[in-house]
């Protein structure tokens, strides 16, 4: 309680700092509306073109985008310690004054970064949400909001949980991998879609290596009426604990890769 109570103060405290500079952050914010806008109008535009995607119909598609722009960006908004300042926290040797505090690696990066301008992302991604439940014509139930919740939960987990693969490659480079962001950024674009209009090889990496498919499409599909893989309702259940795994799995590897840090001497 008292790590989440000082993550707590540190993001209303890095909140109120983004917003001394109230027209830049308005500008910025804006930015990233158009951002995320120009996505979800490529999604309209495949639906408008097509009608349905396979056997899934345009309120699907909407609804699998909504599901994918809400937890992505609600990791970058609150996760941006890992998922984009860790690289330059080496390069600057910021991390050497993390180890040297007598609170948690992990929980001072958490607390060291927020992103509040994605709001507006996540504004669209509820947006899409709102129009996929309505076009999809869901009845939705206390079971189907649970398993929306657990499944937006659980993504988040595992999509801070493929970021910190990054932060483990840049203990030892010290700069950034790039080839991480295929299954990060290439995976936000690519799972914003439903998972078996791909070929064998990108549903296998996005269903095993970065499983996407088990957090998000599993659960979307059920709450969706439909059924994935031909697995029964109760996968979409279960499925979704998939992020917490990969999640508490980096979280080790994270840690041991920690022990092996040298400083760059900045």
Same mark, same amino acid.
């Given at each position: ?16 700092? @983004? ?30 073109? =097509? ?23 609600? !990791?970058?908004? =609150?996760?941006?310690?890992? !998922? ?132 998000? @499409? ?8 439909? !059924? ?22 980096? !979280?080790?590897? =994270? @840690? ?11």
């Amino acid at each position: 309680m008292n790590t989440l109570r000082l993550y707590i103060k540190s993001m209303g405290m890095l909140l109120r700092s @983004h917003l001394q500079y109230t027209s830049s952050f308005f500008m910025q914010t804006l930015a990233q509306l158009v951002m995320e806008g120009g996505e979800m109008m490529a999604v309209i535009l495949i639906v408008d073109r =097509f009608q349905n995607l396979k056997d899934w119909s345009g309120g699907n598609l909407y609804f699998f985008f909504g599901m994918m722009s809400v937890s992505f960006y609600l !990791t970058e908004m =609150f996760g941006r310690g890992i !998922t984009g300042d860790f690289p330059s926290m080496v390069r600057s040797g910021r991390l050497d004054t993390f180890l040297v505090r007598p609170r948690g690696v992990l929980t001072q990066i958490m607390c060291s970064g927020t992103d509040p301008r994605r709001i507006t992302c996540i504004a669209v991604g509820i947006v899409a949400l709102i129009m996929g439940s309505s076009l999809s014509g869901i009845v939705w139930s206390p079971l189907k909001v649970f398993v929306l919740i657990e499944s937006i939960a659980m993504s988040c987990l595992l999509i801070l949980g493929l970021f910190m693969i990054e932060a483990i490659f840049c203990i030892f480079s010290v700069k950034s991998v790039e080839l991480v962001n295929a299954i990060t950024y290439g995976g936000r674009s690519a799972c914003q879609y439903p998972i078996d209009v791909y070929p064998l090889p990108l549903r296998a990496l996005f269903t095993i290596v970065a499983p996407f498919a088990l957090t998000l @499409h599993v659960p979307a599909s059920w709450i969706l009426g439909k !059924t994935l893989y031909g697995w029964p309702w109760w996968a979409a259940l279960v499925t979704p604990l998939s992020g917490a795994i990969v999640f508490g799995i980096m !979280t080790i590897l =994270f @840690h041991l890769a920690l022990r092996h840090y040298r400083s760059t001497g900045s």
